[in-house]
């Protein structure tokens, strides 16, 4: 089967999977009930990223024996960890887990990931190698653990997390192309059809959330990804930080401010960035545009200069995130929440 027939099939699996999840949400308990945290006012059925989770695992078993013997690691890891984060976040979904069974077994998962890598990448310091040693287990695996929970604390408007899914994988994939790594580049277009086809069913008006079964797994997925692929010349950590920034930036600082201010960080509330701006333009269309502007037009070219200088890598990330930082303090922390 030629590469562009799977990718369609991949779409319209992915696509007719989310309307018997819409249909029969209420039955499956897969209702999100709006309350004073939402950003949304009726009840929408969730759990929509069973079909990203279903549709790209198929694609990573398709493809298995046409990969090469590190990318069947990352299959391997996508598959089994994917999946049991998958199954947290239904779980979670369904019967709302408590937040720290559900970060440990994050956590477990994470650990048991970072421990079947052979090695880890180390981390490329303008022009230098800094290895982590033993330690960079647990930093990949902390690493790990906060992608998934930065992409559930994301997932709050219309949109937004499975436009962003396909920007990461659609920029990962170009830097990847431009590295000379095909394979790699073909999964994460993959990943982009899947995303590309719940977007249409969780476009804004949102007929359907993705659910804490796709975020977590979205957040799981790009952290490995960004991982393995560490591993090879031409791509690094840094890249991967600079095509997740819109998220990394806003996560981080409004997490950072929310324990400053002695508010509970894990509960869920409207004070992101992207929250804010969506009450304040009365559009989630418009936010969600925006954010895939931002990534297209700004973090798109600044990944590619990692692949052209390396070496500048890590001062790409702070030059890029600056405006994004900026955007963060000027109208998102400490913001009213009605």
């Known amino acids: 089967m030629s590469f562009y027939l799977l990718a369609i099939l991949l779409f319209v699996l992915a696509l007719m999977i989310v309307w018997p999840l819409k249909r ?21 059925p969730r759990g929509g990223g069973i079909a990203i989770w279903f549709s790209f695992s198929l694609a990573l078993i398709y493809q298995y024996d046409a990969l090469s013997g590190g990318l069947q690691t990352l299959a391997w890891l996508l598959l089994i960890g994917g999946g049991l984060i998958a199954l947290v976040g239904l779980l979670d979904d369904c019967f709302n887990v408590p937040v720290w069974p559900r970060f440990s077994a994050h956590l477990i998962v994470a650990l048991m990931s970072v421990a ?104 799981f997925v790009i952290a490995i990804f960004a991982i393995v692929s560490a591993l090879n010349d031409g791509v690094n950590i ?44 009365r559009s989630h269309k418009k936010v969600t545009l925006s954010v895939i ?22 001062l790409c990330v702070l030059v890029s995130s600056l405006p994004l930082v900026y955007l963060v303090f000027r109208y998102g922390l400490g913001k009213t929440q009605e």
């Open 116 to 219: 079947m890598l052979e090695k880890l990448p180390t981390l490329p310091v303008l022009g230098g190698e800094v290895s982590l040693g033993w330690v960079g287990y647990g930093v990949y695996a902390l690493l790990i653990v906060w992608t998934i929970n930065l992409y559930n604390f994301m997932d709050g408007i219309d949109g937004i997390a499975s436009a962003q899914a396909v920007c990461v994988a659609l920029g990962a994939a170009l830097v990847l192309l431009l590295s000379g790594r095909s394979d790699e580049a073909g999964l994460l277009t993959l990943l982009a059809v899947c995303c590309f086809a719940f977007l249409v069913w969780n476009w804004p008006p949102a007929k359907i959330f993705m659910g804490d079964v796709g975020s977590a797994y979205l957040g």
């Open 24 to 44: 029969y949400a209420a039955n499956l308990l897969l209702i999100d009930i709006p309350n004073e945290r939402s950003s949304h006012v009726h009840p929408t």
């Open 293 to 314: 502007g931002i990534n297209v037009f700004w973090l798109y070219p600044w990944a590619v200069m990692t692949v052209i200088w390396p070496q500048w890598a890590f």
């Open 238 to 281: 840094w890249t991967w930080m600079i095509l997740m920034g819109v998220f990394w930036v806003d996560a981080t600082c409004t997490l950072l401010w929310r324990m400053a201010s002695r508010q509970s960080w894990h509960e869920a509330h409207r004070s992101h960035v992207y929250q804010v701006m969506a009450r304040q333009w």
